[in-house]
């Protein structure tokens, strides 16, 4: 059975950093895609970063391009997003998603980011 745990999140000021990690478990982790995505209180849930199998490839919203930063560690079935320079419209719940074919179709529970201005 797959098991995604994130963790790492927290209350932080505008212009901190913070690194969220997500362990998986139950599923061969150096083939399959990793994402990250948000959703802020009365907002749809956004994509936020994806990485390739490899860590080769990686994809980021526009709003948060040179900010935030997706990687992997195969060895240790996890995957991290480095979020700097935070800004309070970061401010959401943070799910990390697992890829095997076409869509994301396991999901974790999500670990909450709060920036205060």
């Known amino acids: 059975q797959v098991h995604l745990v994130e963790s790492g999140g927290g209350l932080v000021q505008a212009g901190d950093s913070l690194r969220l990690s997500c362990a998986a478990s139950?599923?061969?982790?150096?083939?399959?895609?990793m994402g990250w995505f948000r959703q802020a209180p009365g907002k749809e849930r956004e994509f936020v970063a994806a990485i390739g199998w490899t860590g080769a490839s990686t994809f980021g919203a526009d709003s948060v391009k040179g900010r935030f930063t997706i990687s992997r560690d195969n060895a240790k079935n996890t995957v991290y997003l480095q979020m700097n320079s935070l800004k309070p419209d970061d401010t959401a719940v943070y799910y990390c998603a697992l890829k095997r074919f076409v869509r994301y179709d396991y999901w974790g529970q999500g670990t909450q980011v709060t920036v205060s201005s």
């Open positions: 139950g599923v061969t982790f150096s083939r399959v895609t």
